[in-house]
Nanobody, 124 residues
Framework: VQLQASGGGLVQPGGSLRLSCAASGFTLDYHAIAWYRQAPGKEREWVSC????????YYADSVKGRFTISRDNAKTIMYLQMTELKPEDTALYYC??????????????????WGQGTLVTVSS
């Protein structure tokens, strides 16, 4: 049972990337899902989440309007579509999933599964 993140890489400012996170051994049905990131020398920060109760999505102010969290119809892969990337988006991005009927976002301590992280570097 694990999450496997992928899709990171080097992109120029203003570019786009789509991160993927595949669940194995379980499905993302009835799971709250989220993306976090950790920039070099900084604390891990929450980026976005999708509620398991009604599918509502939430975003940190720093990424609102640029990033989109989603889940595939088979409920085995979660995505983070990132557009208009900025150098300050450079970080190791982690996916997470929490089983249960959660309303809104959950705290980082409540996630059952974490991906290994995928590195996004935004630089010219």
């Amino acid at each position: 049972v694990q999450l496997q993140a992928s899709g990171g890489g080097l992109v120029q400012p203003g570019g786009s990337l789509r991160l993927s996170c595949a669940a194995s051994g379980f499905t993302l049905d009835y799971h709250a899902i989220a993306w976090y990131r950790q920039a070099p020398g900084k604390e891990r920060e929450w980026v976005s989440c999708r509620s398991s109760s009604d599918g509502s999505t939430y975003y940190a102010d720093s990424v609102k309007g640029r990033f989109t969290i989603s889940r595939d119809n088979a409920k085995t892969i979660m995505y983070l579509q990132m557009t208009e990337l900025k150098p300050e988006d450079t970080a190791l991005y982690y996916c997470a999933a929490a089983g249960g009927n959660w309303i809104g976002c959950v705290g980082s301590d409540d996630y059952d599964y974490w991906g290994q992280g995928t590195l996004v570097t935004v630089s010219s």
